[in-house]
């Protein structure tokens, strides 16, 4: 099995996704809850599409934009974080832009976040005029410097951006965060985001000429149904006539619900899916106001 041919002419789609990292799962269970099923090579770094002709190609998340710009892939699963570092580095370089988000895909979320000693007390981002800011995402980071009218320097590390106050190497950070308790083990804490992350399928600027368009636009109907109803509830139940306005206003995240009457009484049975979290607490707030038989069932796939 070949992974370097051209983007010209193929009659397959190939998506490249992270091999081994915080991505690669969620990624591979979109992917496969779109219908897409695979046999992988021995050397693991190619699955072969076998529902669809929809190949995976498995790589470090930081290739992936590259391998989008060069036609090696047609789209990717990655961190916004990546695309726009990479995108921003183009643009740094004059290149033209030739990748850009799809779709945002729910999972994989982090914050960029400029990050100061604990000590300080942070007045805003003038702040940071003149000062040493440690970061893997020097792209991002000037960009916002640029918008906030501010002047620092930036220290541009491979990894390990937390420790860079504590070695002296620089007096603030810009890292991504998503508990804090990294930033907190090295006593610094998070003042403000200059960007919120999440995985994104990334495709090319451009359209595919080819038959990859049918495929890819196939993909993104089934993406998107699985997106869609991804915290999605069917809640099932019954309620008395003169109960539903109450019981209607604890679904303000409910489509509107299907009901029937019960056969020769005041009783409804009601069905509506529900997008928010259904807890304990909704449930025994909707018996409170008169709804019975509350069944909360899984919804798999829609296909509006
Ligand atoms: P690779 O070997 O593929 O280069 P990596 O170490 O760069 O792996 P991971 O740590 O798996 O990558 O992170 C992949 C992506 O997960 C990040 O780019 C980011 O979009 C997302 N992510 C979510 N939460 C976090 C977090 N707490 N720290 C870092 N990345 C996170
Ligand atoms: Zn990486």
Known sequence: MTTATTSAGRDRLRIAIQKNGRLSEPARALLASAGLSWRESRDKLFCYGE???????????????GLIADGVCDLGVV???????????????????????WRALGFGGCRLSIAVPEGWDW??????AG???ATTYPNQLRAWLRVQGVEAEIVV????????????????????VSSGATLAANQLKPVLDILRSEAVLAGPVAPFG???????????????????????????FQSPREALPQVLQLLPDAEPPTMCAVDGSETLAL??????????????DLKRAGARGLMVLPVERMLA
């Not at 636009?217 to 991804?230: A, K």
């Not at 529900?274 to 449930?283: D, E, F, K, S, V």
């Open 51 to 65: 529902s669809l002709p929809v190949d995976l190609l498995l790589v470090r998340d930081d290739d992936i934009p």
């Open 79 to 101: 961190g916004r974080n990546v695309l726009l570092e990479q995108a921003g580095e183009r643009a740094e370089a004059g290149k033209p832009a030739v990748f850009r988000e």
């Open 123 to 128: 007045q805003g981002p003038a702040q940071l």
């Open 131 to 133: 000062k040493r800011i």
């Open 157 to 176: 590390l491979n990894g390990s951006v937390e420790i860079a106050p504590r070695l002296g190497q620089a007096d603030a950070i810009c890292d991504l």
């Open 210 to 236: 080819d038959v990859r368009a049918e495929l890819a636009d196939l993909l993104l109907r089934r993406m998107d149904g699985v997106l869609r109803i991804r915290d999605s509830k069917l809640l099932l």
């Open 271 to 284: 069905q509506a899916l529900c997008h928010g979290a259904m807890t304990w607490q909704r449930l025994e």
